[in-house]
């Protein structure tokens, strides 16, 4: 399989802590991947460094081979690299389908035909069709705000992929979602890997979930990673059990 | 269920339309001069609201941007221009100041930026008192024409009423067909949450700088249309108590509301007026009206009605009262 996202030796240090401390790995196409760790392993900063809200202190992130360290997260967005956010981060005095269009607007022609263009800028069955998806079809001309948190994660994951991102970052994507939901989550997510071949890669603590829903899984512990390989494997590895829970 | 709402809402705009057409008439020319005075406030006050409301971006530089549109068109029509050309070039000269005062909005937010531009206008203002070679300074810029267009002449106080409404109907429309387009989402999108905006591909950088630049753009409008409105301007118009007063007309109306600043400006500009009939009191009682409803409903008129609105619609939805009345 073809390498979609590569990273190499990449360090981010906030005064004397180092957050991320030389990782390494790659991403390919069509795996979901799973990122885990104790708190403050540095799961988040990472996302954050490839992502281009932080700046790396060193070293380097490739997509599709070409470098994008540096990039800001809008550029990025526009090469097919989505994300979401550990906290919710929908926009909450829009309605449901009013975040899904703005999620998807800015990745099709020049912000000049965006002014002259549709209202809805082409996007409303698109829009229609990721609301249907997600089964947030009772609640699409609310406002975002207004909604239960899980309806809010659920459309703050859909956002993510109205633009048919080759490549998605989630960031605990199952936090403080109800069991049936979840389910529910993992389902849609499954699905969008196979008809979109979308890659994930999905930070999360609910064990159950990322072993149940990645096909790899890299473990992070203070900046490093500390184990890769198939769930089980890494869910019987003794560095990560004491990891986890201490000698 | 659309189209009553639809069709009630056509109507209510022709009656608001028909009413400030007819509202001069019967007025003496003071009243006249404040309703084309609220005309030139709307305009600007719709400026801020489009940098404020709706993008999220703090300015107090909306005044400087009335004083640079009001002195380019005192300028050129004094030299015998015609006030069409100031229409022109203010709003051009606005939206490159206003793009470049954008800048500072990458870096900082919140109070930081008000005071950024706070300081903009003091510049501004020192400009307008100092530089006499161009702006007379103190003694201010007399003798502004009001225009003549295709042989109507807009002298008369009726006259120059009616042509100020044509400017604001043609902002009003420009401005709704703006915040409806993605343009007007991504300025949402700017003021909710810039971080997660990003990260959805919206060039935060190019929306923020145009969002000033447009706004700071239909402030130079405004100061086109309220040159030849008072025929005399001079430095302490555009001063900061103009843009505080601005921003009043914005947060009092309903800040990222379409029609807040209409609405905004005619408290500001016209209660005054309505309440002088107390004499030496109007201005406390304007300020204790204002710091009401600011308690009461920190949206602005706008938010209140809307929290009015909403309240009747879950009343509506939960379905009729017991018969007997024995909750109340």
Redesign the interface.
């Known amino acids: 399989m073809r390498t979609i996202l590569e990273v190499r030796d990449l360090k981010k240090s906030f005064g004397g802590i180092h957050a991320v401390d030389g990782v390494s790995f790659e991403v390919r196409e069509g795996e979901i991947l799973g990122l885990i760790g104790p708190n403050g392993s540095g799961k988040s900063t990472l996302f954050n460094c490839i992502l281009g809200q932080l700046a790396p202190s060193a070293g380097e992130v490739r997509v599709d081979g070409r470098p994008i360290t540096g990039k800001r997260p809008c550029d990025l967005a526009r090469l097919g690299i989505g994300r979401t956010f550990q906290l919710l981060q929908v926009f909450p005095q829009l309605s449901v389908r009013e975040n899904l269009i703005l999620a998807g607007q800015e990745h099709e022609g020049s912000m000049w035909s965006r002014l002259a263009g549709q209202r809805d800028a082409g996007l409303g069955p698109a829009a229609e069709r990721m609301i249907e998806f997600f089964r947030l079809a009772g609640v699409a001309g609310e406002k975002a705000g207004a909604l239960s948190y899980g309806q809010q994660k659920l459309l703050d994951a859909a956002m993510a992929f109205m633009a048919g991102p080759r490549l998605v970052l989630l960031d605990e994507p199952a936090g403080g979602v109800n069991p049936a939901m979840l389910a529910d989550l993992r389902e849609r997510l499954r699905e969008l890997n196979r008809i979109q071949r979308a890659t994930f890669v999905v930070i999360e603590h609910n064990m159950e979930f990322v072993m149940s829903l990645c096909t790899r899984i890299l473990v992070l512990a203070q900046g490093r990673i500390i184990a890769e390989g198939a769930p089980e494997a890494v869910r019987n590895d003794p560095e990560v059990i004491e990891a986890y829970l201490g000698n | 269920m659309k189209l009553p709402g639809r069709a009630a809402l056509g109507i209510a705009a022709a009656a608001v339309v028909a009413l400030l057409v007819a509202a001069p008439f019967g007025l003496k020319p003071y009243g006249i001069y404040l309703l084309s005075l609220w005309t030139a406030m709307t305009i600007a006050a719709i400026g801020l609201n489009l940098t404020l409301g709706y993008a999220g971006q703090i300015s107090l530089a909306q005044a400087a941007f009335v004083g640079i549109g009001a002195y380019t068109a005192a300028l050129l029509t004094t030299q015998g221009w015609p006030l069409g050309t100031a229409f022109l070039v203010a709003p051009a000269m606005c939206f490159a100041v206003g793009w470049l005062l954008g800048y500072p909005a990458l870096r900082v937010q919140h109070h930081y930026l008000a005071f950024v531009t706070l300081a903009f206008t003091t510049l501004v203002f020192l400009i307008f008192r100092n530089e006499e070679w161009l702006t007379k300074g103190v003694y201010g810029i007399s003798g502004i024409p009001r225009p003549t267009l295709l042989g109507w002449s807009t002298k008369a106080p009726l006259d120059f009423y009616l042509f100020s409404l044509g400017v604001l109907a043609l902002v009003t429309a420009g401005t709704w067909w ?1 915040v ?4 007007g ?2 300025f ?2 700017l003021r ?2 810039p ?12 929306y923020t700088l ?1 969002a000033f630049a447009i706004g700071s753009a239909l402030g130079g409008v405004a100061g086109v249309l309220y040159a030849p409105l008072v025929q005399f301007i001079e430095p302490t118009a555009f001063a900061l108590a103009l843009s505080l007063n601005l921003l009043l007309m914005v947060i009092v109306g309903g800040s ?1 509301y379409f029609f807040g600043p209409f609405l905004g400006a005619a408290v500001s500009v016209l209660l005054p007026e309505w309440l002088r009939f107390t004499e030496g009191l109007y201005l406390i009682l304007y300020a204790a009206a204002v710091m009401v409803l600011m308690t009461i409903c920190p949206t602005g008129l706008l938010g209140l009605a809307e929290r009015y609105l909403e309240r009747a619609k879950t009343r509506a939805a939960a379905g009729p009262a017991p018969r007997d009345g024995a909750t109340r």
């Open positions: 703006l409806r387009s993605p343009w989402r991504a949402m999108a909710e949450n971080v997660r905006a990003d990260s959805l591909g919206v060039d935060t950088r190019r145009m990222g």
